[in-house]
């Protein structure tokens, strides 16, 4: 298994890794303290943990749905958050334009699921020496993944997380194989498992996107039991009020409790050295 390296949080290594933030910056106060409170949780429960946030989500249900700031904002608070509270920072790509200037700042770049078959985004994303993150689409097997990683490999990178967000069944539906966290880690790379996204009812609501939060925890769960390397996962203080992806956000004040459940899960595990028999 290679492993990368954000700051002191090593993907691949002898932890479980949190990756874990907002859905979109909503201002430059919610997001700091945000970071800061998911810090503190990480901490007490020593895991290493990567914020997260996007500075526009282009691909939102409805054209009246907030995006963001903007990439000018969006990476100037990225960037304060990295600074104040000492922290590797991952944001998602939706077009090559911005891709030169989000490597400037954030230590992970996040090719969404949807975009996972833009060629020119991987490369352009894989050229800029950063740790680059690529969640599987909703529609492609967990075997096709290697195509993505032979074209990550072709521009040199080497630095890659693979991320299983669970695949469309029917309409405005989501489910998780879990054989698939085997079979993509099967090719070399540490594996994320998006537990909050994976949950998500695309479409759902209609004009934006559904979700069954009440799901987030088994899931989380059984995906550390069968063997990945770290967990996603978008919290908020108030879902109700979030204004992307709230209906599968898990609350703040129940992010501690989760992540004490996935750490004791991943320890059984890794004494048990069931997903790495060669280690």
């Known amino acids: 298994m290679k492993t990368c390296s954000a700051g002191d ?5 002898k932890n479980l890794v949190v990756i874990a933030g907002l859905c979109v910056i909503e201002n430059r106060y919610h997001t700091l303290k945000t970071a ?7 901490k007490d429960l020593q895991m290493p943990f990567c914020f997260k946030a996007s500075y526009d989500k282009a691909n939102r249900s409805s054209i009246k749905s907030y995006r963001g700031p903007g ?11 990295k600074k104040e509270h000492e922290i590797p920072v991952l944001t998602d790509v939706h077009c090559t334009n911005d891709v030169p200037k989000v490597a400037e700042i954030v230590d992970i770049i996040q090719i969404p699921a949807f975009l996972c078959r833009q060629t020119d985004l991987i490369i352009a994303a894989a ?3 950063r740790i680059v993150e690529v969640k599987k689409g909703q529609f492609l097997a967990p075997w096709d993944v290697k195509n993505i990683i032979d074209k990550l490999e072709s521009a040199g990178c080497d630095k890659i997380l693979m991320t299983e967000r669970g695949i ?3 309409y405005n539906n989501l489910v998780v194989d879990m054989r698939s966290l085997a079979i993509m880690r099967s090719f070399g790379y540490p594996v994320v498992f998006d537990a909050t996204h994976s949950v998500q009812l695309p479409g759902g609501k209609g004009d934006s996107a559904g979700g069954q939060r009440e799901f987030i ?7 550390v039991a069968a063997g990945i390397d770290s967990v996603f996962i978008e919290a908020h203080e108030d879902p109700r009020r979030a204004k992307s992806d709230g209906p599968n956000s898990v609350p703040l004040a129940e992010l501690a409790s989760l992540l004490a459940q996935l750490k004791a899960v991943d320890h059984c595990v890794r004494k048990l050295n069931i997903n790495n028999p060669d280690s």
Do not use: D, M, Q
């Not at 800061?36 to 990480?42: G, L, R, T, V």
């Open 9 to 13: 949080v090593i993907f691949g290594g």
């Open 36 to 42: 800061e409170a998911i810090k503190k949780i990480a």
């Open 71 to 81: 990439i000018e904002e969006g990476l100037k608070i990225l960037k304060e958050v």
């Open 127 to 129: 050229r800029t020496g």
């Open 168 to 170: 469309s069944f029917g």
């Open 217 to 223: 925890a088994p899931l989380a769960r059984a995906a």
